[in-house]
Structures are given as C-alpha cells and as structure tokens.
C-alpha cells in the first residue's frame, strides 16, 4: 500500500459461511469499505475479518499461508472461478486492481465430495495426502548418498519432471474440474518422479496405489474437458494425464 | 487386480467408454458416407440399402453395434453419476473468462440423451417403417429411398432431424478428441492432429447428415 497507483475501493462481498463439517451453509453479504487497489485478495479477506471483529462476529476462515504463491495452501473460487480470474496465480497472489470499484465478488470453498468443507472457505485436502501416501515416493537406501553425476538424466526428460514437479498441491483442478477430478493433481505426481530414474524403478507400482486410492478417495473421473490446466495455478498441463491412462493401462496389464 | 482391476477402475471405465465410442464414431462415419449415395439417385440407394442387409453377416455388425450402443450407454451413465457424486454441492457461479470450461464438454450426457432418443426413433421411422418395393432389372429390393422422401416431405421431421444431427455434431466434436485423449493421444507430436480429426469427423458427420433431409425436402 502507499503506491502511487493505489486507489480506494469498496467491495461487497457475498462469501460462503459455514459453522462446520455437514452443517448448512449460506452466503453472507458484506460491505467492505476503504480497500486500497494495490491489497492482495487475502490482505482484503484480512482488512473484512478486522471488520467482522470489530464488529464482534465470527471472522471468515480461511486457509493460506506462504502468501506468494509457492506453498498451495489458499483455496477459493472467486466469481466461479478457482483462484480468481487470473491464469497461472494462486488466491494470493491475485490483487484488488483486477476488480473495479463497487464490483460484487462471491468467495467459496472449493466444492468436492473428497475436499469436505471445515469451516467457511476451509476445506479438507488430506485425501492428497492420502494419495501421496500411497506411492508418491522413492524409496532409497540409507548411507552417502552417491555422486550425482553418476545418474545422468537427459533434458528433455528433466524438464518434463520439472514442470510436473511444480504441482503445488493446491486442489484447484479439483475444485474447477465438473466431474470433481483429481487427474491433473495425480498425474503431475506420478510425472515428476516416473521422468526420473530414482522414480522410475518404482513407477508401475506407484501408478497402480495412487490412482487406486484417487479412486478410493471418491473424486470424479476425467472427462478432459481441460478446466484443471486453465485453473492450474503453475500451468500444469493435461498432456500428464494422457500419460497416467498410458502408465496405468500398462502397469495393469502387467501386474501379478 | 491386473487388467480385471483394471476395468473397474475410473480410467479404465473412461477406456471402455472411449473406446465403444470411437467404434460408433467409426459407424456414423460410414453411414454418412454410405448416404451419400441419396445424392446419385433411388436406384443407386436402394441398391446400396439392398446389399447391405442382404449380406449374411449384416446380423453379426447389428448385434455388435448393439453391445457397442449398450456398453457405451451404461458405462457413460455409470461414470456420469459417479461424477456427479463427486460434486454434491454446486458452485454458485460459473467461470466466465478465462478459466471457463466449454459447455459442449460439460453437455455431453444431455447429447448422449438426445441421440439416444434419436437413435430409437430413426430405427422406428427407418429400419421397422413402411416396407415399399422396388423393381430394378427383375430384382425386388426394398424402396426406403421412398419412405424416406415421403418421411422428410414433412418440416416438422426435418427440423428435429438437423437439430439431431447437430447433437451428434458436437458430441463428435468432444467425444472423438477426447477418446484418443483418453488413450494416451495427447503430446506436441499428436495435440493438433487429435483436434483436427476430432472435429473433422463430426463436421462430416453432421453436416452430411444434415444435407440429405435438407436436400430430400427441397428438390425430391
């Protein structure tokens, strides 16, 4: 704040507000007065929940908490939209300039059977927890750990395992994909390990736990209609999920 | 588990699904272009009509095509209700801009509905309608080429008919790029191709289809 370009805006909100686990939920309106343009979406949330106290009502929980992108804790669909109108950021990273003044912005959880609601916009991802658990690992010896140059790894594979490895976990493409579809999110995990040789000795098994417990954890099938990469905080693209059907198809096929 | 556990999973009921559906994409794509023979004359159609169903095997494709229509119907609905249960609460709003999905994706069961319900109608209509004859060199075959102008003499038919045929245009046009996705197909090498024949195929499909009523309507 202090900026030059800041001007002073008022929002009014609609945000989702709900007590608890399985409890009924409802939007409520709130006017949020004496915003300056250059706030981030969560600086706004902070300013309306200082509000709510004053005011001496329930704050607005919400979850976040590197506050620059990195950490895929921030979880909201604004205006329908999972992480706001913005490709490629995180809630936190989206700022009040991209609203006009005396806009109406309606906040929610995300909305998946398998992200259950905790409180308000708060919503329960360990079943990606669950599914990391499951195989989203490489197991490795104790001792030194070996030269590593010794394991060459070409680019083009590197990159790809890269670019999957920049899954934040966030839950976006759940929560923007129809049908509910943890794909996207499985995919990029079972891609950045299965690229690389560590990962790769362990990948049939790999594939075949987590898209099981994906299964398990009750998230929709992938229709690829595309919504999870256009949501996508780090531009994940789909081209992992047609590599998971491929890996598992195979994986199956050879399973004892 | 294996191939078995396979099966029973999302992606592999995603395969079975993709898989009956490029086959029946296959079929409408031969039956568009068998139609085309409307365009010759009666002769030349109902001559076509007449070797295919007096071919032996004709019952082996009509069954087969059967298993492909009740596969694909029931695994599409079972994985559509099971995503649906895996969003119970609807959001309040949709994404408009950048983020939004496109709706032919998110209506595919609605045109899967409407074909469906196209499908057994245009078998009443057609295959079990009125059976006229047709006399060519001494041979008697079956005259659909009549009932099909005396069928699409009325506005009311040919209307619902396009509009049929433009829901199968655009199930197509998701529906085929979205099975070879399903299989693997998506990577730099194949994207542009996968979307091209995607597309391409419903385009003839469609409008093919939608050409021969049209056509019948105006100059027959």
């Known amino acids: 704040m202090g900026n030059d370009n800041s001007t002073e805006m008022t929002i009014h909100l609609k945000i989702w507000k709900q007590d608890g686990p399985g409890k009924k939920g409802e939007f409520i309106s709130h006017e949020a007065k004496g915003l ?3 706030m981030s979406f969560l600086e706004m949330l902070d300013v309306v929940n200082e509000d709510l106290v004053r005011l001496n009502q329930r704050p607005i929980e919400f979850d976040h908490d590197c506050r620059e992108g990195i950490c895929g804790t921030c979880s909201m669909v604004i205006n329908g939209e999972a992480h706001g109108p913005d490709k490629e950021i995180t809630t936190c990273q989206l700022h009040m300039r ?12 995300f909305r998946a059977k398998a992200f259950p609601i905790i409180r308000d916009l708060v919503v329960d991802r360990s079943s990606f927890d669950r599914v990391i658990e499951s195989g989203g690992y490489v197991s490795v010896n104790t001792g030194g750990a070996q030269d590593a140059n010794s394991l060459p790894i070409n680019k083009p ?8 490895a920049t899954c934040i976990g966030c839950g976006a493409c759940v929560a923007s994909c129809k049908n509910a579809s943890a794909s996207l999110f499985v995919s990029a995990k079972l891609a950045h390990l299965s690229f690389l040789p560590q990962g790769k000795i362990e990948q ?21 209609t595309e919504a999870c990469e256009a949501a996508c905080p780090k531009g994940i693209s789909v081209e992992n999920i047609s590599r998971m059907n ?11 | 588990m294996g191939i078995f556990g396979f099966i029973k999973s999302s992606i592999g009921q995603k395969y079975v699904v993709a898989t009956t559906g490029l086959l029946f994409a296959l079929f409408v794509l031969s039956h568009v272009l068998g139609n085309f023979l409307i365009f010759v004359g009666p002769e030349a159609y109902n001559m076509y009509s007449y070797k295919l169903i007096s071919n032996p095997f004709i019952i082996v494709a009509e069954i087969g095509l059967v298993v492909l229509f009740v596969v694909h119907l029931a695994v599409a609905i079972k994985l559509t209700a099971s995503n649906m249960v895996a969003r ?3 959001y309040a709003l949709q994404a408009k ?3 939004k999905t496109d709706p032919v994706t998110k209506a595919m069961w609605i045109q899967g509905a409407v074909i469906f319900i196209f499908m057994v109608s245009h078998l009443i209509t057609f295959k079990y309608g009125t059976y006229y004859t047709a006399e060519y060199d001494g041979l008697v075959v079956r005259d659909l080429y009549k009932l099909m102008v005396e069928v699409f003499a009325s506005p009311l038919f040919v209307v619902g008919y396009v509009l049929c045929m433009v829901m199968l245009g655009l199930h197509l046009s998701h529906g085929i790029q979205s ?11 194949y994207e542009a191709k996968v979307r091209t024949v995607g597309l391409g195929v419903a385009l003839i499909v469609s409008l093919g289809f939608i050409a021969q009523p049209v056509y019948i309507f105006f100059f027959q």
Do not use: W, Y
């Not at chain 1, 987590?210 to 992938?222: I, L, P, S, W, Y």
């Not at chain 2, 099975?179 to 090498?189: C, E, M, R, S, V």
């Open chain 1, 204 to 224: 049939d098994a790999r594939t075949l736990a987590m898209v099981r417990q994906m299964d398990t954890e009750g998230f929709g099938a992938c229709t690829n």
């Open chain 1, 98 to 109: 991209k609203f006009k003044d005396g806009d109406t912005i309606t906040v929610e959880p």
């Open chain 2, 88 to 90: 119970p609460d609807k």
């Open chain 1, 157 to 164: 594979d590197s990159d790809l395992a890269f670019e999957a």
């Open chain 2, 179 to 189: 099975a070879l996705k399903t299989f693997g197909f998506n990577h730099p090498q």
């Open chain 1, 246 to 256: 491929r890996q598992f198809l195979k994986a199956s096929i050879k399973e004892r």
């Open chain 2, 97 to 99: 801009g950048k983020k």
């Open chain 1, 36 to 38: 300056s343009s250059e």
